[in-house]
T-cell receptor, first 113, second 115 residues
Framework: DTGVSQNPRHKITKRGQNVTFRCDPI?????LYWYRQTLGQGPEFLTY????????KSRLLSDRFSAERPKGSFSTLEIQRTEQGDSAMYLC???????????FGEGSRLTVL | AQSVTQPDIHITVSEGASLELRCNYS??????LFWYVQSPGQGLQLLLK??????LVQGIKGFEAEFKRSQSSFNLRKPSVHWSDAAEYFC?????????????FGGGTRLMVKP
């Protein structure tokens, strides 16, 4: 499968725990995006990488959130000290160029108890 | 700041009937517009996009959309709906003035198809 891959697909955690999600983009895509989608809403932009550089972060990305793309390939999104409000689907997407099509992964669903 | 409004949260149509999903956007310049579809538990799939040129855009699965600048709209249409079209549909506007050109999505319209 050469699409965008995300894991884990589902994560249930207790409030206060840390969680990490991984995204493997399409191999030739240098641009990688993280979005968050809550129930009944459209996706909201969180952050964007071009190669290994994190070029933009939304104000939605609080200090408890950190994202990396160390070698310009896969990316991780870590949430520290999770809160119930963090419960959402975390979507990763990638594309090859500024005007290229954005390809989404199937998402990682987080439930914080 | 750009924004997208999808006025209809839910729409139910009969199989074989025509479909129109509404999308209104707010953007300061010429918008780049998209429609995505999301099936339950799945990621988003691009149906079609408008960058420039012909205002009637053809997409996959028999969908089309028309860009109307005067109405700030980009409505999605399909002449005959199939049961497999039941899903959530998202309209989005792209900010290509920003190098990252991240998308701003509407709240979505959930389509249900009656047999």
């Amino acid at each position: 499968d050469t699409g965008v891959s995300q894991n884990p697909r589902h994560k249930i955690t207790k409030r206060g725990q840390n969680v990490t999600f991984r995204c493997d983009p399409i191999s030739e895509h240098n641009r990688l995006y993280w979005y968050r989608q809550t129930l009944g809403q459209g996706p909201e932009f969180l952050t964007y990488f071009q190669n290994e550089a994190q070029l933009e972060k939304s104000r939605l990305l609080s200090d408890r959130f950190s994202a990396e793309r160390p070698k310009g390939s896969f990316s991780t999104l870590e949430i520290q000290r999770t809160e119930q409000g963090d419960s959402a689907m975390y979507l990763c997407a990638s594309k090859a160029s500024q005007t290229g099509e954005l390809f989404f992964g199937e998402g990682s669903r987080l439930t914080v108890l | 700041a750009q924004s997208v409004t999808q006025p209809d949260i839910h729409i139910t149509v009969s199989e074989g009937a025509s479909l129109e999903l509404r999308c209104n956007y707010s953007y300061g310049a010429t918008p780049y517009l998209f429609w995505y579809v999301q099936s339950p538990g799945q990621g988003l799939q691009l149906l079609l996009k408008y960058f420039s040129g012909d205002t009637l855009v053809q997409g996959i699965k028999g969908f089309e959309a028309e860009f109307k600048r005067s109405q700030s709209s980009f409505n999605l249409r399909k002449p005959s709906v199939h049961w497999s079209d039941a899903a959530e549909y998202f309209c989005a506007v792209g900010d290509f003035n920003n190098a990252g050109n991240m998308l701003t999505f509407g709240g979505g319209t959930r389509l249900m198809v009656k047999p």
